[in-house]
């Protein structure tokens, strides 16, 4: 089965095999770190193991099942940037037969989304005037809405994370 001409029958999408982002999804209560390629999920752990992918299999197991990628995240481009490589080469030079890459591959219809990573806080900066002079309006005198400094320092302020919610959409 070759896979890019698959590709060219999905829906459009902005994850291309030049684009394979990493993701985490839930199939039948499991988490799973995954990689999305079209209308696709691929199943990492699954791919280092199936494909041969020996520079990988050292990756601790949790990172593969955590319902985050903070772990995944936390083991640095030095593994990630060469393990989505190694994933898109693989992709560019085999075709799978329908049982691999039915192992592989699931419709993106099939998994639940769920947030990629756990965040505790962070903190956001107003990052135009028309931001900072609603907020202003909000909080200040309507009419002078805006602190002195704004035109001359970026003025930030400590963002929740229950504010954050994920956008994907089928």
């Known amino acids: 089965m070759d896979i890019l001409q698959l590709l060219k029958h999905s829906k459009a999408t902005d994850f291309s095999i030049r684009n394979l982002p990493f993701g985490i999804v839930k199939e039948n209560g499991h988490y799973t770190l995954v990689s999305r390629l079209g209308d696709y999920v691929i199943d990492v752990r699954s791919f280092i193991h199936i494909m041969g992918l ?8 949790e990172v593969f099942i955590n319902p985050f990628l903070n ?6 481009k030095k593994v990630t940037r060469p393990l989505r490589q190694a994933i898109q080469d693989k992709i560019l030079e085999k075709k799978f037969s329908e049982s ?4 592989l591959f699931t419709p993106i219809e099939e998994v639940e989304v769920c947030m990629p990573l756990r965040i505790g806080d962070y903190t956001d900066f107003y990052s135009s005037i028309e ?3 609603n907020v202003g309006k909000m909080f200040r005198d309507p009419n002078n809405p805006l602190l002195p400094n704004w035109l ?8 929740r994370a229950s504010s954050i919610v994920t956008g994907y959409t089928h």
């Open 152 to 159: 001359h320092m970026p003025i930030g302020y400590h963002g």
């Open 100 to 103: 691999i890459f039915k192992m």
């Open 54 to 61: 020996e520079a990988f299999t050292e990756i601790p197991e």
């Open 71 to 76: 772990d995944f995240i936390a083991l640095g």
């Open 131 to 133: 931001h900072a002079t």
